[in-house]
């Protein structure tokens, strides 16, 4: 099992960078597909990234190619979003997701643990 936490949202212009972290503060990630969702008001949560255990593939949503990017580091048990040219749309609760599978799915249910969410504004 892993834990995780989301952090590094925050309040931002158009146009602007946020870069996610997601934390394991109990096992590693190392065996884990992980993925990043978001949930925006009165919409259902959407898939907007993945990296396999290996890091070896990527998937992103079409909405985000060529402006967010999807990283982990297990030697510190984290994943990232980095999240550039940000737009009013991209305004959500971002979620980070694990994944026993470890090949990078992007439906939710195939993901067994989930952060807590960390709130994005972006702002005109």
């Known amino acids: 099992q892993v834990q995780l936490v989301d952090s590094g949202g925050g309040l931002v212009l158009a146009g602007g960078s946020l870069r996610l972290s997601c934390a394991a503060s109990?096992?590693?990630?190392?065996?884990?597909?992980m993925a990043w969702f978001r949930q925006a008001p009165g919409r259902e949560r959407e898939f907007v990234a993945t990296?396999?255990?290996?890091?070896?593939?990527?998937r992103y949503t079409d909405s985000v190619k060529g402006r967010f990017a999807i990283s982990r580091d297990d030697a510190k048990n984290t994943a990232y979003l980095q999240m550039n040219s940000l737009r009013p749309s991209d305004t959500a609760v971002y979620y980070c997701?694990?994944?026993?599978?470890?090949?990078?799915?992007?439906?939710?249910?195939?993901?067994?643990?989930w952060g807590q969410g960390t709130q994005v504004t972006v702002s005109t």
């Open positions: 997701a694990a994944d026993e599978a470890g090949w990078g799915a992007v439906r939710a249910n195939r993901y067994q643990y």
């Open positions: 109990s096992g590693t990630t190392r065996d884990y597909a």
């Open positions: 990296i396999s255990s290996n890091g070896g593939y990527k």
